[in-house]
């Protein structure tokens, strides 16, 4: 089965130095948490230059010897601008974008029933070569770990990704990629009351698969009434269940037309505005709760209904409180008024 363990605490950091990359660990390392912001910053009046640098986070761990055959990831939620992971002095995954989380696959080189060092190299330079840098940006970058680190071990035969669309019917098509194409997949979808509104198993013939489900008199989500459904699926093979994961979607209808925007077929005056995720003092390294009353500011003490992430994804945090209480988000890739070459485009 999955087990996620969040990785947040007891980091060890310090200006880069190449001796890191041989396990040595300075004097100067200072005891750090996740999230974190490479320079502490003034409140005014710096000059963003003093952002940039080169730095080391220094984890160590241990591996269970339980985790054997096991898949064991770590997965970043946001590491600006660029990274480079070294596991027991090996690198392991190199990673350019400092809005988008990532995974890495440590299983080959975990030490199991030892202690590992995980050294995470981070570039916090202006990158033009990285969205969403390369032209004029008008807010800052700021650097560092930022948002949270967690390991997810799970057995090589595991779910790995799932992904619903809603169109305002009661036609709901649920996307479910597996690592393998043998086994089967058991999916329920329970209202916001907890009740089974759809269920269904089929066997697994491909590496994706696609359910369409039927939910009866469906509960749109709309900005007085965010209802929200729950979707888990379960991964058998031999009867055996390997892995699970939920989802919380809702059934809305959002269209543009010629005279304004309609949400489930009534017409709405938007009135939002754009959010930048950064903070005083600590640039974009605030954690879970503020990001969840950053979203109720929002919506009950500025009365938006609509929220623009200026210009790029943000906090998972953040948007799922969106979602619970009736806040529209207009989200962004990494940019602002410029498109770089292929290559930028890709990352």
Not at 39 to 57: A, C, L, Q, R, W
Not at 62 to 79: C, H, M, P, S, Y
């Amino acid at each position: 089965m999955r087990t996620n363990i969040p990785l947040n605490f007891n980091w060890m950091f310090s200006i880069y130095n190449p001796s890191h990359l041989e396990g040595v660990i300075e004097n100067d390392f200072k005891t750090i948490d996740l999230p974190h912001n490479a320079v502490d910053i003034p409140y005014s009046n710096f000059d963003e230059k003093m952002t940039h640098g080169i730095f080391s986070y220094v984890k160590i761990f241990t591996a269970d010897e339980a985790w054997k055959n096991q898949l064991i990831r770590i997965l970043f939620e946001g590491v600006a601008h660029q990274a480079i992971i070294y596991l027991n002095k090996k690198q392991v995954a190199f990673h350019q974008g400092g809005y988008t989380p990532f995974e890495v696959d440590l299983s080959p080189d975990l030490i199991y029933g030892e202690l590992n060092e995980l050294l995470v190299v981070v570039d916090t330079h202006e990158n033009p070569g990285i969205p969403p840098f390369g032209g004029v940006v008008d807010y800052l970058g700021y650097g560092g770990i930022y948002r949270e680190v967690s390991l997810i071990i799970t057995p090589k035969l595991y779910i790995k990704d799932i992904f619903i669309q809603t169109d305002g019917t009661q036609n709901v098509p649920i996307i479910i990629e597996t690592a393998s194409s043998i086994g089967e997949l058991v999916v329920t979808i329970f209202n916001d009351q907890k009740l089974i509104v759809g269920h269904k198993k089929t066997l697994i013939a491909h590496t994706e698969t696609i359910l369409d489900f039927l939910i009866d008199y469906p509960l749109l989500w709309d900005l007085k009434t965010p209802h929200l459904y729950t979707v888990v699926v379960e991964y058998y093979v031999t009867q055996k269940l390997y892995d699970s994961i939920s989802e919380t979607f809702g059934i809305r209808k959002a269209e543009f037309k010629k005279d304004g925007f309609y949400l489930n077929g009534k017409r709405i005056k938007l009135r939002g505005l754009n959010r930048h995720q950064s903070y005083p003092y600590v640039g974009y390294a605030m954690p879970k709760q503020a990001q969840i009353e950053d979203a109720e500011i929002l919506k009950n003490e500025l009365f938006v209904n609509i929220v623009r992430t200026s210009h790029y994804p943000q906090s998972k945090h953040f948007l799922k409180r969106c979602d619970e209480i009736g806040l529209l988000v207009f989200e962004e890739i990494p940019g602002w008024q410029h498109i770089g070459d292929l290559s930028w485009q890709e990352l």
